[in-house]
């Protein structure tokens, strides 16, 4: 399974770095926004700056909703960086701007997806990821875990290449139980991977080693 981090803020992107298990990033105009991004020239050398820290694919999202522009958007954002995964919403504009960049050999991430026929019709488009919002689907009384694992169940009776990026992971159990669907890849706050690191039997039984070592070496 692939970590993504869900967020544009530089410091928390190192710090995952720095773990050693980031697998890449993942924005939208929200979460640049959060971190007073604005401006087109600052968003792009935003993107970069990000490209520069992560060694993985890094999601950046289209804000047009026509075909033409998309188009234009999209292949503006996969100069910048080979690292560059161009994020297109799940519109009809959308799919047919993820078969284009597809057959370009552009690759892409097909965000907001809350149903499986969807993720059937960005996997036949041919993208790259598909993004299936979990979080928000819990928010209002929907099991957005019910969604992966059908978007699996499809994806592997034909075979589909498109990786299920399992996207809107609130917390750590989410981290679990995608991983115990199959999802190909998971993105989430930081938190949501630091608290994988926690059991308090591991901080009894570390501080139990240490201090016995202490005893016979004082
Ligand atoms: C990722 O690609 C999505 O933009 C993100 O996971 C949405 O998460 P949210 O529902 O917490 O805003």
């Known amino acids: 399974m692939k970590f993504f981090i869900d967020t544009a803020n530089l410091d928390q992107i190192s710090e995952a770095q720095q773990l050693g298990v980031l697998d890449g990033v993942t924005t939208n ?10 401006g087109k020239e600052n968003i792009l050398k935003h993107y970069v700056a990000i490209c520069n820290i992560v060694d993985g694919d890094v ?41 284009y960049f597809s057959d370009k050999g552009i690759r892409t991430n097909c965000t907001l997806v809350f149903s499986p026929g969807q993720a059937l019709l960005a996997a036949k488009a041919g993208a790259t990821y598909v993004s299936p919002f979990l979080g928000r689907l819990d928010d209002i009384s929907t099991d957005g875990l019910n969604l992966i694992a059908e978007i ?14 399992a996207a809107s992971i609130r917390h750590t159990m989410h981290v679990i139980d995608c991983a115990k669907i199959g999802a190909d890849v998971m993105t989430g706050p930081l938190s949501s991977i630091d ?11 570390l501080e139990k080693f240490l201090s016995d070592y202490r005893k016979g070496n004082s």
Do not use: C
Request: glycine share 8%; net charge negative.
């Open 152 to 165: 699996r169940l499809i994806y592997d009776n034909y075979g589909f290449e498109t990786q299920i990026l």
């Open 195 to 205: 608290g994988l690191l926690k059991h308090p039997l591991t901080d009894i039984g």
């Open 29 to 38: 105009p929200s979460l640049m926004a959060k971190e007073g991004i604005t």
């Open 59 to 99: 999601s950046a999202e289209v804000v047009s909703t026509d075909f033409a522009n998309m188009v234009k958007e999209g292949e503006e954002l996969a100069k910048l960086h080979e690292q560059i995964v161009v994020k297109v919403p799940m519109i009809k504009d959308g799919v047919k701007a993820l078969k």
